[in-house]
């Protein structure tokens, strides 16, 4: 191996140096410059030593004397990191076969903070409905946490990440907990790992959330003081965007000139329109919601049911027959 942890290294693209921190595989290590850790290939690495030799000296001229009153004040330059949300990273690491190809061995999982503000989240991943691994810890701002590897032919028992999330310290105006799962196909995994080495990148990730949500207003019910007062909280409703008894998921329902999205991508705008209305349905204390996700290849459907079992405001849901939708509706019942 090239290199060793410990080594001092020059990143070709930005000029940089940094340091060997860990050595994935004979193509790949993690880096370290400026604080922040992330792995490359070797072959987008060299050693700094020829760039410092072959470097010009600069001359300066010789400096006149200047007089404290006559100093310009240094223009001062402010820098700032650019948010981009939450992500889940993914990075297989490769190995050779009997044939000599590279094929994959196992996945390393990150998660990537790339916001201002630090987490508390609880973290487990199932295979096939059954929990695997569980964790709990922080993650800092634009920082990353390495959760845990993943043997590359586990991935096709239909892995679900689930996290939950919460804001440190408390915010009163954001949610006190978000909970955002997360799944992939073993065909989408492969096309993504196909897209990384067309690019020569060392990773792919997605993202679980862009901004951490606002707390929604709740309802304070109606109840009469020591002299016999009631209170209004009619004012409290009008702040509240209205609620809907009937939700249609229909991506062409929700969007124009989504043609060119994939089925991921449809999936998590019909899922982030679901979770609105839902928490809607709460803040207003409706009794029953009427979700339309239709039928096709029961996706949505699952999807939606897996999230409902995690709600303790729901009593009870159901995937019937309806007269209006047939059996592409799921109605779902709530207790207070």
């Known amino acids: 191996m090239k290199y060793q942890v410990g080594d001092t290294i020059l990143i070709l693209h930005s000029n940089e140096e940094g340091e060997v921190v860990e050595i994935i595989n004979e193509k790949m290590v993690t880096v370290e410059v400026e604080g922040v850790q992330f792995p490359v290939y070797t072959d987008q690495i060299d050693f700094p030593y020829f760039k410092r030799f072959t470097e010009k000296k600069i001359v300066f001229p010789q400096k006149q004397k200047v007089y404290v009153d006559n100093l310009k004040k240094e223009a001062v330059t402010k820098t700032s990191k650019v948010s981009s949300g939450m992500w889940l990273s993914f990075l297989p690491v490769f190995d050779k076969d009997i044939f000599d190809d590279d094929v994959v061995e196992k996945i390393k999982i990150h998660l990537i903070n790339q916001t201002a503000g630090t987490y508390y989240f609880s973290y487990d991943i199932k295979f096939k409905g059954s929990p695997n691994f569980e964790l ?63 690019k020569n990148e060392p990773t792919f990730s997605f993202l679980l959330f862009e901004e951490y949500p606002d707390k929604i207003e709740e309802i304070i019910p109606e109840y009469h003081n020591a002299q016999g007062r009631l209170y209004d909280v009619s004012r409290i409703k009008e702040k509240l965007a209205p609620p809907r008894s009937v939700v249609d998921l229909h991506i062409e329902k929700l969007m124009d000139n989504w043609q060119s999205l994939s089925n991921f991508e449809i999936l998590t705008i019909q899922l982030r329109e679901f979770e609105k209305y839902y928490h809607l349905a709460v803040v207003h204390q409706q009794p029953n919601l009427i979700i339309i996700h239709g039928v096709g290849t029961g996706k949505l459907r699952n999807e939606i049911h897996e999230i409902l079992k995690t709600k303790k405001e729901v009593r009870t849901f159901a995937n019937q027959y309806h007269n209006d939708f047939g059996f592409g509706s799921t109605e779902i019942f709530f207790q207070y």
């Open 136 to 198: 709990s810890n922080t993650v800092l701002p634009f920082n990353e946490f390495y959760l845990h590897d993943i043997p590359f032919e586990e991935m096709n028992d239909s892995p679900k990440f689930e996290f939950d999330f919460s804001l440190m310290p408390a915010d009163k105006k954001k949610v006190s907990h978000f909970e955002t799962p997360f799944k992939i196909k073993a065909k989408q995994l492969f096309q993504r790992i196909e897209e990384m080495k067309l």
